[in-house]
Structures are given as structure tokens and as C-alpha cells.
Nanobody, 125 residues
């Protein structure tokens, strides 16, 4: 089992920044991808960003490209999501996820094996 715990969410004004963290513990596998998804009330879960084990390759959803940056520190088993220029439409519960199988597309939630409980991000206008 792998446990994922997110932190860093909160309330911020439009144009501000937040950094989310996701710490992994338990049975940690080498060479797994990490992703961030978000879900706003009444909306489907949306892909935000993903990163490979080495950190050499990252992926971003169109709505956050150029504003968000995903990174990871494998020594700490932690992945980060730096969110800049936040907009009210970024308001959602943000969840991190671990993909151990590496067999599916990073864009789809079904590709991921473990999920955190989520952290609320609220951006006021």
C-alpha cells in the first residue's frame, strides 16, 4: 500500500500563488509517475499535471499551462505543485495520485493506482 497526503491548500486572492505538496509513504516503488488532478463542485475530475520518476518529463492541462509547475523530490518521496497567477476558476479540491503500472495515459484518472484525500484550494476574486 502507498499512502499519499496532500498539504498546502487554502484561500488566496486572484493573482496569488500557492504551493501544494504530496508526501508518499508506505510501500514506495521505484519509477512511478505522479499526477495532480482537481475537481470543482458539480464538475468532473480534471487533469492538472503529471511528472515522470526522473522529473525529466512533465505534462500539463491546457488550463494551467504556463501558470503551474510540477516537480518532485524523490529523496523525500514528495511531489509539489507550484501554482501561480491563480484564478477563481482554479478553485477546486486538488488530489495527488501515484501511477505504479506506467501502462496508461497520464491524462486519465484510471491510470493511477493510489490517491490522496485531497486539499481544498479556493481563489477569491
Amino acid at each position: 500500500q502507498v499512502q499519499l497526503v496532500e498539504s498546502g491548500g487554502g484561500l488566496v486572492q486572484a493573482g496569488g500563488s500557492l504551493r501544494l505538496s504530496c508526501a508518499a509513504s508506505g510501500r514506495i516503488f521505484v519509477n512511478y509517475r505522479m499526477g495532480w488532478f482537481r475537481q470543482a463542485p458539480g464538475k468532473e475530475r480534471e487533469f492538472v499535471a503529471a511528472i515522470t520518476w526522473s522529473g525529466a518529463t512533465s505534462y500539463y492541462g491546457d488550463s494551467v499551462k504556463g501558470r503551474f509547475t510540477i516537480s518532485r523530490d524523490n529523496a523525500k518521496n514528495t511531489v509539489y505543485l507550484q501554482m501561480n497567477s491563480l484564478k477563481p476558476e482554479d478553485t477546486a479540491v486538488y488530489s495527488c495520485a501515484a501511477d505504479l503500472r506506467l501502462s496508461g495515459s497520464v491524462w486519465y484518472p484510471t491510470s493511477y493506482d493510489y490517491w490522496g484525500q485531497g486539499t481544498q484550494v479556493t481563489v477569491s476574486s
